[in-house]
């Protein structure tokens, strides 16, 4: 059974930072481009980051970019999100998942910048709440 499982989330406050951990079960991450999202209260499920399989190629939302740090560690089969300079605004539930499409077709993606969408990736795990404090 694929089972992706989220934590590091907690409460900060304005200009912290935090470790978000998606570990899997059941598929290996390392062939897979794994996104990062977040949903605050009344918001739209919206993508923050992606790293691809195979070339690792990585993607961004604007409003993240210099903050966030995307990465894998295949050994452990875990994507980090390294979050700095946290603002009120990055409060949100994240949760990660796997991208059904191919990999050359994400590092295309990637490459241009396109944003993500929440229709190209699944296994959701059950999200991370982070909270930042002003």
């Known amino acids: 059974q694929v089972q992706l499982v989220e934590s590091g989330g907690g409460l900060v406050q304005s200009g912290g930072s935090l470790r978000l951990s998606c570990a899997a079960s059941?598929?290996?991450?390392?062939?897979?481009?794994v996104g990062w999202f977040r949903q605050a209260p009344g918001k739209q499920r919206e993508g923050v980051s992606c790293i691809n399989g195979g070339d690792d190629s990585t993607y961004y939302a604007d409003s993240v970019k210099g903050r966030f740090t995307i990465s894998r560690d295949n050994a452990k089969n875990t994507v980090y999100l390294d979050m700095i300079s946290l603002k009120p605004e990055d409060t949100a539930v994240y949760y990660c998942a796997t991208d059904s499409l191919p990999m050359s077709i994400r590092a295309e993606k990637n490459r241009i910048g396109e944003a993500l969408s929440t229709g190209d990736f699944g296994g959701w795990g059950q999200g991370t709440q982070v909270t930042v404090s002003s």
């Open positions: 059941g598929l290996s991450l390392e062939h897979y481009a």
